[in-house]
């Protein structure tokens, strides 16, 4: 048997197409044996000014959909929590990931703020790879 006799399989495509409008889209993985991760995070600084500007936006979504919150006063909270360890000239990587994964929890109901939490938690925090 020849190499031009054997049969070709058609590619598989393996990508996303979005198209038209905004996307919001969560942790997502594409491809063969693709993974996404999420939870368990590692504190690693990138950018201090960023995470500042992102502080005080999730600050300000904050107020704007506080009566959207099933628990504005404990969301309010952890959010100072966060902002008083970043302020730590060793900021403590537990503190930081309970204060996040709680803040997250808290903001479910609204979406502006799952988004914004989720780029500060970006902008202070590297996905740890699995085994870490």
């Known amino acids: 048997m020849h190499d031009d006799d054997r049969r070709q399989d058609p590619p598989v495509n393996n990508g996303i197409v979005i198209s038209g409008g905004t996307q919001y889209v969560g942790n997502q993985a594409?491809?063969?044996?693709?993974?996404?991760?999420?939870?368990?995070?590692?504190?690693?600084?990138?950018?201090?000014?960023?995470?500042a500007e992102l502080l005080a936006l999730v600050e300000r979504l904050l107020e704007e959909h506080r009566a959207e919150l099933t628990e504005p006063e404990a969301t309010t909270r952890e959010l100072r929590r966060l902002r008083e360890e970043l302020e730590e000239p060793e900021p403590q990587p537990t503190v930081l990931r309970r204060a996040l994964d709680r803040l997250n929890e808290f903001c479910r109901?609204?979406?502006?703020?799952v988004l914004a939490v989720g780029q500060l938690a970006q902008?202070?925090?590297?996905?740890s790879s699995p085994g870490h």
């Open 30 to 51: 594409v491809g063969h044996q693709a993974q996404a991760f999420s939870g368990s995070v590692s504190f690693q600084a990138q950018d201090g000014e960023r995470t």
């Open 109 to 113: 109901p609204v979406t502006p703020l």
């Open 123 to 127: 902008s202070v925090q590297g996905l």
